[in-house]
């Protein structure tokens, strides 16, 4: 009788301690699960600065981006190698600064502000730091790749080269006054203008700058690869640019807009490859 008096007792002590957790947590919301403390991965030693086959700086920390996110988590030897730089190219006026932005493939969708990337956007983030530091911004260029590393390990490239050293390529300008966006705002081999979140973002900007500076006017260029003749390309690249303006138009923009086309003639990468012609189909908005 003892025992099964026990095993009474004990079994009503463990209902009554659930019922308390049962009332306290799933009713009145009241337990706080404990903070999941999450641990980055250390970051590599192994950021350079590069000049043509030459690596002038090494050894430094990967800069490190949460996913989604364009401003990086600095830390004090990133801080150094972004100052050891701009000290280079104060002593050397000739040399301007590419930088590469890289962003993962579940990435692909994530914007930021007027950017159709998140590699464009760390690139942009660095940018600023550096011209925070006394660099022009007109010696900076800034390209985007996307990575397979799903960790993000190595998300920038930094590399030197001539500033008025001719090129086979032109490059593609990302600043607010000269902004650039690829064919992913056109249906393949169309004209039709349909803008995506970044450039929205952007036209909106523009509008209310442009109310700002009524003695401001815009000049849109279109651009194309060489798929097709140069002719062609010449055609599609002003159609395009045409269909960018009447788009602007229509946001309420009341500023002088005057289009152009340099079709397949200024290209910013190779034609040799699906990812290259992608680059080259563009449209180019400069505020004048």
């Not at 990133?78 to 050397?92: G, K, Y």
């Not at 397979?148 to 607010?176: G, I, N, R, V, W």
């Not at 229509?250 to 289009?259: D, E, P, Q, S």
Request: aromatic share 10%.
């Amino acid at each position: 009788m003892r025992f099964l008096a026990f095993l009474l007792f004990a079994a009503f002590v463990l209902f009554a301690i659930f019922a308390r957790w049962f009332f306290i947590c799933d009713i009145l919301n009241l337990c706080e699960e404990p903070p999941v403390e999450v641990v980055a991965p250390p970051r590599l030693q192994n950021l350079q600065l590069t000049e043509n086959d030459s690596v002038l700086l090494s050894g430094y920390d990967q800069f490190a981006f949460a996913t989604g996110v364009d401003q990086p988590d600095l830390n004090a030897n990133n801080e150094q190698f972004l100052d050891t730089i701009a000290q280079m190219m104060a002593a050397d006026s000739t040399k301007s600064l590419e930088i590469t932005g890289r962003y993962t493939l579940q990435e692909k969708d994530v914007m930021a502000g007027f950017y159709e990337n998140m590699g464009l956007a760390r690139a942009a983030t660095i940018r600023d730091l550096m011209t925070a530091r006394g660099v022009a911004e007109d010696r900076i260029s800034l390209k985007h790749a996307t990575t397979a590393d799903s960790l993000l390990q190595e998300p920038l490239l930094f590399a030197f080269m001539q500033k008025d050293l001719p090129s086979e390529y032109a490059t593609a300008s990302y600043s607010f006054t000269n902004m650039t966006y690829s064919d992913a705002n056109f249906p393949s081999n169309s004209a039709i203008f349909e803008p995506g979140e970044a450039f929205r973002n952007y036209a909106d900007s523009v509008k209310v700058y442009m109310e700002l500076h009524p003695e401001k006017s815009i000049r849109i260029v279109g651009h194309t690869d060489n798929v097709d003749t140069e002719k062609y390309n010449l055609k599609l690249g002003m159609r395009r640019a045409e269909s960018a303006k009447e788009y602007l138009e229509n946001l309420g923009i009341t500023a002088v807009i005057k289009t152009e086309s340099k079709g397949e003639t200024e290209h910013v990468a190779s034609n040799d490859t699906p990812e290259g012609r992608q680059e080259n189909r563009r449209v180019n908005f400069i505020i004048e």
